[in-house]
């Protein structure tokens, strides 16, 4: 099984001014873990997780002035779509993250999550063990 056949292709992106309340909000709202920082001064693709957020708030940072972009990891590690769900998971266990931005011919195509990863490895159809 392949990336492409994981990834969710309805990626939430964000802009590196929205604070990190209104980021937050709208990973809520979509019920998704990370989005996508699109910063055309910085010339780049960054990932915002809900990580970030906590580390963020933990700090006793105030998420009504903290700016997506001071929180933003731009040293990204993207995934092709051809990459199989192994490549995916060892990238993520290798750099200890969860999601990975899925680029095809330089273009966001979507993003892949762990979750993501164990729903293809193991179907909802799959009874849970029970002890």
């Known amino acids: 099984?392949?990336?492409?056949?994981?990834?969710?292709?309805?990626?939430?992106?964000?802009?590196?001014?929205?604070?990190?309340r209104q980021a937050a909000a709208l990973m809520s709202a979509r019920r998704v873990g990370a989005a996508v920082v699109l910063d055309p001064d910085a010339g780049g693709i960054g990932i915002l997780t809900e990580r970030d957020?906590?580390?963020?708030?933990?700090?006793?940072?105030?998420?009504d002035t903290e700016r997506t972009?001071?929180?933003?990891?731009?040293?990204?590690?993207?995934?092709?779509?051809d990459w199989t769900l192994r490549d995916a998971a060892r990238a993520m266990t290798h750099g200890g993250f969860r999601h990975l931005i899925v680029l095809d011919g330089g273009q966001v195509a979507g993003i892949v999550s762990v979750r993501d990863i164990i729903r293809c490895w193991v179907p909802s159809s799959e009874p849970a063990p029970m002890h």
């Open 53 to 63: 957020i906590l580390d963020s708030i933990g700090l006793g940072q105030d998420p």
């Open 69 to 81: 972009h001071a929180h933003t990891t731009t040293e990204v590690v993207f995934a092709s779509p």
């Open 1 to 20: 099984m392949f990336v492409r056949d994981a990834m969710s292709t309805v990626v939430l992106t964000v802009g590196p001014a929205h604070t990190l």
